[in-house]
């Protein structure tokens, strides 16, 4: 979105809008809502617009630019963002059809400024986020939280490196792997470890991975798997191996109770 998209953020009814975060959230304590990236290229489109009457011809091209789009594609995401704002049948808070012209935006929209400067983020800061589990399995929800502690506890002692503590906002960010650099921004950390665990009878594999929030690229990736093992001592075995491969990659060097080095496939995720 540019530049420009990070000078402000917008604000309408009980919403806010950060485009250069790509958030939009709702009521006081500032809810994320989830929605699809096509939805929030919509509402940030609209806020810019607001109070204008935009034909839908000239919506389909702005906003799949190159693309020849049904009519009835833009009438579902109309529908989709509407859901978003808390719309009902009738109610046009925020969006009006006009028939057989178009669409407006008619809410009042506030445009807050974003301070040009901002603390910068330390060279070598990182955060551990909790594990996703994509298999919603209660026994893995303990790994999913067990093992990033576990990566915590050996990072904390590092001379070199500044953990994002452990109360951190990074807690309800379980799973929520998609945008690293809002995420790294919010927490104030360059790089970021995250994770899934999997569990599949006998079967354990944990995936980890470092991230750079700057441009959001993997720096490396691991994969462990295991059969019938300790809970403790699985923790354990990942935390030293993610631990290993973060000295290496930001410190150049391992830790001083490393015995055995990671597996870490470069550029992208291990096989």
Known sequence: MGEAACRWVYEFGEFRLDACRRVLSVGADGARIQVAPKVFDAAFYFVQRAGELIPKERMLADLWPGVVVEENSLTQLISELRHAFGETRG???????????????????????????????????????????????????????????????????????????????????????????????????????????????????????????????????????????????????????????????LLGTAPVDATEPPVVAQGGLSA
């Open 91 to 249: 109610d046009n808070r925020y969006i009006v059809t006009v028939p057989r012209r178009g669409y407006q935006f008619v809410a009042e929209v506030k445009r807050v400024p974003i301070a040009p400067t901002s603390p910068p983020v330390p060279d070598r800061s990182i955060a551990v986020l909790p594990f996703g589990n994509p298999g919603h399995a209660t026994e893995d929800d303990l790994l999913a939280t067990g093992i990033p502690e576990s990566i915590r506890h050996r990072l904390a002692g590092l001379s070199g490196l500044r953990l994002v503590a452990h109360e951190s906002p990074s807690l309800p960010l379980r799973g929520q792997h998609g945008d690293a650099r809002a995420i790294g921004h919010r927490l104030g950390a360059r790089y970021l470890v995250q994770g899934t665990v999997q569990h599949l009878g006998s079967h354990l594999r944990v995936t980890a991975q470092l991230v750079d929030a700057i441009d959001g690229s993997h720096l490396w990736s691991l994969r462990v798997d295991r059969t019938t093992v300790d809970v403790f001592v699985f923790e354990d075995d990942v935390a030293q191996q993610v631990a290993c491969a973060v000295c290496r990659s």
